[in-house]
């Protein structure tokens, strides 16, 4: 994963529910991948606050 945004892959894409890569991570517990993803030298960055279509953020993923 670290070499994707190098590879062109856009590390905030969204599926169609809103779901991205951040919110995904945090559903399915990849600590190290949520590190990744918010790590202040990550780019692109990604956006923390991006809401899926029931309004859900990937904060409160990782905290249910």
């Known amino acids: 994963l670290s070499s ?6 856009d590390a905030d894409a969204a599926l169609a529910n809103g779901s991205t890569p951040l919110y995904i991570a945090c559903q399915e ?8 993803l918010v ?3 990550f780019r692109p960055r990604v956006a923390l606050e991006r809401r899926t279509s029931t309004s859900a953020t990937a904060l409160l ?4």
């Open 4 to 9: 994707s945004p190098q590879a062109g892959a």
């Open 29 to 36: 517990g990849a600590v190290d991948v949520v590190k990744l």
């Open 39 to 41: 790590s202040p030298t």
């Open 61 to 64: 993923i990782a905290c249910s």
